[in-house]
């Protein structure tokens, strides 16, 4: 009997960050009707940015079942379980490789319904990324304008491009902006790669710590993603919190972690150069400035922002500034809508998946734009980043998944992870400052 008749769905997520799981966690609550009995189980890829238990519990959703794999490993469990919907909340390349190899080892008729997608605004990378994840039953768009730009992608190289279906952000809400609050609260949201210069990082938080100084009667949060030695979606070579360190901070600054949501509570004015918190907070009605002071470029990704009316500087912002959003611009994006269609924004989603677990004779296969065939060049070299053949076969040699690891494998494994941190965060940004000598 179908899942949908039975109001029972097993669902697997599949994320190699913490922000990723968050997206890809919170999707697959919004895809599933809100009467059905829901099992869900996550799958934390092994690898440079898998989320500590810190980061886990600072995302706050919750699992049946949370574990650490390799690509192998997980798609082993792909063979072993019973999954109606399966959300692959990875980068491009891992995406594509998971597709290649759930197609060797599910091949078709009963296998999930595969769902990918973006955890914010895509701004860099547009065909790439989207050609990565092409093969997937669904690929979500955050906005009607993402769906739009994501077909025309699809259709410019003669994919198919049906998979496309728009959604919204799933972790927007939370309660509105009533006004301001006592005392006003401004906050900046940090981003881990954005911009990546020490010397614009620098600027940015003294510009920040010069505001809290103008305006002693406000509250100036500087909200951190992680701290040093964690790693999110994007690498930190440079923590605005160490660059903090070496500076007299004025009583009304902090540096804070935990849920954007929760920040966003209390927030008055969020500050940022081009992070999914602005949309966050668009969507709250709450006050959004996405910074001008370093241009308005594609490397900084707040080109996106262009036509929404929050672009600002902090010399604006000093002088008391409030950007006021356009409206049809949010619209595009899909916050700040009104009339309850944010609650409708995953209906089609939902029917979609419906109709294909409902679909007589199971699915056909998954039918990725890139093969052997079509980037002989490209394809082999991301599907052996994650041990799989040209086929999405395990290559010879991997290690077996079909065991746990002991305690001795698991200390060696954290050991190993926590060096390849050590090295990418701190020992990498020297030799790369000595190579500019």
């Given at each position: 009997?179908?899942?949908?008749?039975?109001?029972?769905?097993?669902?697997?997520?599949?994320?190699?960050?913490?922000?990723?799981?968050?997206?890809?966690?919170?999707?697959?609550?919004?895809?599933?009707?809100?009467?059905?009995?829901?099992?869900?189980?996550?799958?934390?890829?092994?690898?440079?940015?898998?989320?500590?238990?810190?980061?886990?519990?600072?995302?706050?959703?919750?699992?049946?079942?949370?574990?650490?794999v390799t690509g192998v490993e997980f798609l082993r469990?792909?063979?072993?379980g019973s999954y109606d919907v399966l959300v692959l909340a990875l980068v491009g390349g891992g995406v594509?490789?998971?597709?290649?190899?759930?197609?060797?080892?599910?091949?078709?008729?009963?296998?999930p319904v595969v769902v990918t997608g973006y955890v914010g605004v895509v701004y860099e990378k547009l065909a790439d990324g989207l050609l990565l994840r092409h093969g997937a039953d669904l690929v979500l768009a955050n906005s009607r304008h993402d769906a739009d730009r994501f077909r025309a992608v699809y259709e410019g190289v003669g994919a198919d491009a049906s998979s496309v279906t728009e959604v919204a952000l799933p972790f927007l809400g939370g309660k509105p902006y009533e006004g301001e609050h006592d005392p006003c609260t401004v906050?900046?949201?940090?981003?881990?790669?954005?911009?990546?210069?020490?010397?614009?990082?620098?600027?940015?938080?003294?510009?920040?710590?010069e505001h809290a100084r103008r305006h002693p009667e406000r509250e100036v949060l500087l909200?951190?993603?992680?701290?040093?030695?964690?790693?999110?979606?994007?690498?930190?070579?440079?923590?605005?919190?160490?660059?903090?360190?070496?500076?007299?901070?004025?009583?009304?600054f902090r540096l804070v972690y935990g849920h954007m949501g929760e920040v966003l509570d209390r927030t008055d004015l969020l500050v940022t150069v081009s992070s999914t918190a602005a949309l966050e907070?668009?969507?709250?009605?709450?006050?959004?400035?996405?910074?001008?002071?370093?241009?308005?470029?594609?490397?900084?990704?707040?080109?996106?922002?262009?036509?929404?009316?929050?672009?600002?500087?902090w010399d604006q912002l000093d002088a008391g500034h409030r950007?006021?959003?356009?409206?049809?611009?949010?619209?595009?994006?899909?916050?700040?809508?009104?009339?309850?269609?944010?609650?409708?924004?995953?209906?089609?989603?939902?029917?979609?998946?419906?109709?294909?677990?409902?679909?007589?004779?199971?699915?056909?296969?998954?039918?990725?734009?890139?093969?052997?065939?079509?980037?002989p060049g490209y394809l082999p070299g991301i599907l052996a980043r994650h041990h799989l053949g040209p086929d999405g076969a395990p290559l010879p040699g991997t290690p077996a998944a079909d065991r746990?690891?002991?305690?001795?494998?698991?200390?060696?494994?954290?050991?190993?992870?926590?060096?390849?941190?050590h090295g990418v965060q701190r020992v990498a940004p020297v030799i790369r400052r000595v190579g500019e000598l």
């Open positions: 009997m179908p899942a949908s008749a039975t109001k029972s769905l097993r669902v697997a997520v599949l994320a190699d960050s913490d922000t990723r799981w968050k997206w890809g966690a919170l999707t697959a609550r919004r895809l599933t009707p809100a009467d059905a009995a829901v099992r869900l189980d996550g799958y934390l890829l092994r690898g440079r940015a898998t989320p500590t238990a810190r980061q886990l519990q600072e995302v706050g959703v919750r699992a049946d079942s949370l574990r650490e469990a792909m063979t072993e594509q490789a998971m597709l290649h190899g759930l197609g060797n080892v599910l091949g078709c008729g009963r296998r906050v900046f949201a940090a981003q881990p790669s954005v911009p990546d210069s020490r010397r614009d990082r620098a600027y940015l938080l003294s510009r920040l710590i909200k951190l993603r992680s701290k040093p030695g964690e790693h999110t979606t994007h690498i930190e070579e440079l923590p605005y919190q160490k660059l903090a360190q070496r500076t007299d901070l004025p009583t009304n907070a668009l969507h709250r009605r709450i006050p959004t400035a996405v910074l001008t002071d370093l241009g308005v470029r594609e490397a900084l990704g707040n080109h996106h922002f262009t036509g929404s009316g929050c672009l600002a500087s950007p006021v959003p356009n409206e049809e611009w949010v619209a595009r994006q899909g916050v700040a809508a009104g009339g309850g269609s944010y609650e409708r924004a995953f209906d089609t989603a939902r029917e979609r998946i419906a109709e294909l677990l409902e679909r007589p004779g199971g699915l056909p296969p998954l039918t990725p734009y890139y093969t052997p065939e079509t980037a746990t690891p002991g305690p001795v494998r698991r200390i060696v494994r954290r050991a190993a992870r926590g060096a390849y941190r």
